[in-house]
């Protein structure tokens, strides 16, 4: 009963955030901390997702790289390491990234405001939280996580073109010219579409965790853990379903 | 208020970053949707039909004179065929007589498409409907011609055809034989003039014998007849054609050595009599025994005309007049 | 003229009772002391007048939608704003006034509260006394009638303790605010308010004015009052 009560507030707070999408732009304040929480989105995390998605992008081109050398067929690393970047990989590492680095501090902020009674005092204001609060992070989540993602995808492949050109004997300019002769754009839509998702997802999870804070301090910890964990496996479940929905 | 300097930065760094990966991304969407920027080289929708694409997918390289000129954009299923639309250079120049087909690319699978120029005309990419060649699939093909020839060779088809066609090339082949050394009439009249000479001397005399004539003047008609006929190249090169083709039918079957020798005798054979053929009406042509000259020297065919005009004159006075006063002016009216 | 009224209010979290059939009334422009031991539901009581919380059973009667401002325990100041951008946050967010008069009213709450020169500091820069100030500030940078305060001096010091009572007190009087003050210190109770209501396992046991509430027979109030003055000697 009360994993369904917990997803229904969640499902509430995820459409009540959506629909104020469009307050963030009506006043100078609120544009203003929608763009702190873009640089706390984007810019913050970009030396985590660069190192996870050029290690990503490394590992894949030596693990395929060396499969593909037992048949001489080196010149596809290219595109091996770009396809499964591209449809996969890329949404998926900057999706953990965002959940572990941006979803676990929302969680963690709104959870300390909870139990500091600084959302109430917004309530009683007569100040949405989740349009001061939620539409700004979880919106920053949306617009970020597709362009970190795409930027997963560049960094990696040029990883993989790296371990290919020092290690496999791969021309760096053939990898890269197989990497983009196999990408396709329905690759990329569905790539930026699930980190589109990914990025709500993680934002929704974070807040509805943060908001249902309690019981003090030790509450903000297993907020932060919860949002964690629901976002990892959420970011699995979604990726899967998205694949199988647009590649039949 | 150190927090609004601070943003300030901030913004400035998460508009530049959100900016280059807008810019990287717009980069990207515009080549992967075929427009090559580096190269500045425009692309084409160009449909070709096929029969079948032999595992041709989405992708797929597409090459023209050995470098890729573009990519099979999509494969659309047809009725009872298969376009594929690819994405091509515009520069690629097809011609009338292009060949466009489908190539596996290794061992491991993948596929080509591979055009050829052509020497025709050079036909509109955007407006030609090509058609692709249907791709050798190997082994179908090494299957059908092994059930094909079990097939004739069970049946005694083939067995029949060549002993039929032997027979046929061998009376051809002993009439030629014949007519060159000279038998039978023809044989004669090709082989000897001293038949013209008699001929000359009989018509001379002929005047005398009105049926005699009647029966000279067809067969030299006939003569006429024959003599145009083998003058004709159409007939030779007719028949030397079908020898062709049968004989490299038979060099590319594998059959079993009996056939094999039956039938390289049949075209041995075969290529005897059009030589002979030939020859005669090489001969012929010079003017050489008899129907030559008939055929070459028209002053004899006037001659015997003029002598039928003359005899039907005289036959007319003959019934009129005594015989011997006919003969008398026949003789030197002929003379 | 009674303001707020709560009749036969219940409320239970889960099996705990916290409010059973609690019944009182508070009239314009009095100061209303709520005393009690802790966890009784005196919090509780304040987030039933806001809203912020219902009833199980029973009603709240707010009349005249007076505009209500709520002083929280911590303050509740948001950490990333300054003090002057915590106070200007309500005008802000649901008013449509201009950045001049959004000023004039800022500053004005804060002369009221003293906190002119704070105005730049964020909240983990000043001490708990001045956040309570600020969030005071905030409280009333609205012109509230109602001013609900939560444990408003605890843990800080007397000194300022008697500054936040004086506070409260000028402003009841200069701007006729009717205000509920939530506290267990029954001292300060009696300096500050005209009434007090001693509210034990979610009942109102006494609500009377503070010199009947002195000399209150019902052993309730004597227990509360002997142990307080034993916790503070």
Redesign the interface.
């Known amino acids: 009963m009360g994993f369904v009560r917990e997803i229904g507030a969640a499902g509430k707070i995820g459409l009540g955030t959506v629909i104020r999408f469009p307050t963030v732009f009506r006043s100078r304040d609120s544009r203003a901390e929608f763009s702190h929480q873009l640089y706390k989105t984007g810019i913050s995390t970009l030396p985590v997702v660069t190192v996870v998605s050029l290690f990503t992008g490394m590992i894949m081109a030596l693990q395929v790289g060396l499969e593909l050398r037992r048949f001489n067929q080196e010149i596809y690393l290219g595109a091996a390491v770009m396809i499964s970047l591209i449809r996969e990989m890329a949404p998926f590492s900057c999706g953990l990234c965002l959940a572990s680095c941006v979803g676990s501090a929302i969680a963690a902020e709104l959870g300390t405001m909870k139990v500091n009674d600084e959302i109430d005092a917004l309530r009683i204001m007569s100040i949405s939280p989740l349009k001061f609060l939620a539409v700004p992070r979880v919106l920053a989540l949306c617009v970020m996580a597709p362009l970190l993602a795409f930027y997963c995808c560049v960094i990696g492949t040029i990883g993989g073109g790296v371990v290919g050109a020092t290690q496999l004997g791969v021309d760096f300019g053939q990898f890269m010219s197989s990497a983009m002769s196999i990408a396709e754009r329905k690759d990329l839509f569905v790539g930026l579409v699930k980190a589109l998702v990914f990025g709500l997802t993680i934002g929704v999870v974070a807040v509805s965790k943060g908001l249902g804070t309690k019981l003090g301090a030790t509450g903000v910890g297993r907020a932060t853990q919860h949002s964690v964990i629901v976002n990892f496996l959420l970011i699995l479940m979604f990726g899967y379903m998205i694949t199988r929905l647009c590649y039949q | 208020?150190s927090?609004s300097k601070a943003?300030g930065f901030?913004?400035l760094?998460?508009g530049v970053?959100?900016l280059s990966?807008?810019a990287?991304?717009g980069y990207?969407?515009i080549?992967?949707?075929g427009i090559d920027l580096i190269t500045g080289k425009e692309k084409v929708d160009v449909r070709v039909v096929f029969d079948q694409v032999g595992g041709l997918k989405?992708?797929d390289?597409v090459m023209y004179r050995g470098t890729k000129v573009g990519?099979v954009d999509r494969i659309v299923l047809g009725d009872r065929e298969v376009t594929v639309i690819m994405n091509i250079d515009k520069d690629v120049i097809l011609r009338e007589g292009y060949t466009i087909r489908v190539q596996s690319m290794?061992l491991?699978g993948g596929n080509l498409m591979v055009l050829e120029e052509g020497e025709g005309l050079v036909l509109d990419l955007l407006s030609t409907d090509f058609k692709g060649q249907t791709p050798t699939d190997w082994m179908k093909d090494v299957q059908d011609i092994t059930a094909n020839l079990n097939k004739i060779t069970s049946s005694g088809e083939i067995e029949a055809t060549i002993s039929n066609l032997k027979s046929a090339t061998e009376k051809v082949n002993n009439v030629i034989a014949k007519v060159e050394s000279g038998e039978g009439t023809v044989g004669k009249l090709i082989q000897d003039d001293s038949v013209y000479e008699d001929l000359k001397v009989t018509v001379a005399n002929a005047r005398e014998v009105t049926d005699e004539f009647k029966g000279v003047r067809t067969v030299i008609e006939n003569v006429t007849q024959i003599t145009e006929k083998l003058k004709d190249d159409k007939y030779y090169d007719e028949l030397e054609k079908g020898l062709t083709a049968f004989r490299t039918a038979f060099e590319h079957l594998d059959m079993g050595e009996d056939l094999k020798a039956s039938a390289n005798e049949v075209v041995v054979k075969a290529n005897d009599l059009l030589g002979t053929l030939n020859n005669v009406a090489a001969r012929l042509e010079q003017g050489e025994g008899t129907l030559g000259k008939l055929a070459t020297d028209d002053t004899m065919y006037n001659e015997i005309n003029a002598l039928i005009r003359d005899m039907r004159q005289v036959i007319d006075n003959y019934r009129d007049t005594t015989p011997i006063s006919t003969f008398g002016s026949l003789a030197t009216g002929a003379l | 003229m009674s303001i707020i009224e709560f009749k036969n209010v219940s409320k239970s979290f889960d099996s705990l009772v916290v409010l059973d059939g609690l019944s009182f009334q508070v009239e314009k422009g009095e100061i209303l002391a709520i005393v009690g031991p802790s966890g009784t539901g005196k919090s509780v009581t304040l987030k039933h007048i806001v809203g912020l919380l219902d009833p199980d059973e029973g009603e709240v009667t707010v009349s005249g939608k007076p505009r209500i401002g709520y002083l929280f325990q911590s303050g509740a100041l948001l950490a990333w704003m300054t003090v002057y951008e915590n106070v200007a946050l309500p005008l802000k967010e649901t008013t449509k006034l201009k950045d001049k008069e959004i000023e004039e009213l800022v500053m004005a709450a804060l002369h009221e509260v003293g906190l002119e020169d704070a105005a730049d500091k964020y909240p983990g820069e000043i001490s708990g006394g001045m956040q309570k100030r600020a969030g005071l500030a905030r409280a009333i940078v609205r012109r509230a009638d109602v001013v609900l305060y939560d444990e408003p001096t605890s843990g800080l010091d007397p000194v300022t303790t008697l500054t936040i009572h004086k506070l409260i007190r000028k402003l009841n009087r200069d701007h006729g605010i009717t205000s509920i003050v939530v506290t267990h210190d029954i001292q300060g109770a009696i300096h500050l308010a005209d009434r007090i209501m001693l509210i034990k396992d979610g009942k109102a046991v006494e609500t009377s004015k503070v010199e009947d509430f002195v000399q209150s027979a019902n052993p309730v109030v004597q227990e509360f009052l002997e142990a307080m003055k034993g916790e503070l000697k």
């Open positions: 208020m927090r943003s901030s913004d760094v998460t970053f959100m990966v807008l990287l991304l990207f969407t080549v992967i949707s989405d992708h390289n990519t290794s491991l």
